[in-house]
């Protein structure tokens, strides 16, 4: 079993950069891929991005591929979702989440973290 902690969220101005960190505790984290989810209010969690145990496969969101970066120190126990030129529409509660392998399927996860709310102001 594994536990993740989210860090990193805040509020931001439009056009600006956060850096979200998914800290995870109990069995190592490079046994897993990670995801980053976010859920706006009134709204479904949606994927947003992936990354495989190695690293060397990721996905995104079409909604935010070339603003944001996935990318894990498995010597750290730790994943990061790096986010640029933010929207408010990516104002949202972020999610990070373990799964045996990268999938944008949410049901896939098996191990979720409590979530960092990111507000963008516009």
């Known amino acids: 079993q594994v536990q993740l902690v989210e860090s990193g969220g805040g509020l931001v101005q439009a056009g600006g950069s956060l850096r979200l960190s998914c800290a995870a505790s109990?069995?190592?984290?490079?046994?897993?891929?990670v995801g980053w989810f976010r859920q706006a209010p009134g709204k479904e969690r949606v994927f947003v991005s992936t990354i495989s145990q190695s690293g060397y496969y990721t996905d995104y969101a079409d909604s935010v591929n070339g603003r944001f970066t996935i990318s894990r120190d498995n010597a750290k126990n730790t994943v990061y979702l790096q986010m640029n030129s933010l929207q408010s529409e990516d104002t949202a509660v972020y999610y990070c989440?373990?799964?045996?392998?990268?999938?944008?399927?949410?049901?896939?996860?098996?191990?979720w973290g409590q979530g960092t709310q990111v507000t963008v102001s516009a």
């Open positions: 989440a373990a799964a045996p392998w990268a999938t944008r399927e949410r049901m896939k996860y098996e191990y």
């Open positions: 109990g069995r190592t984290v490079s046994s897993y891929a």
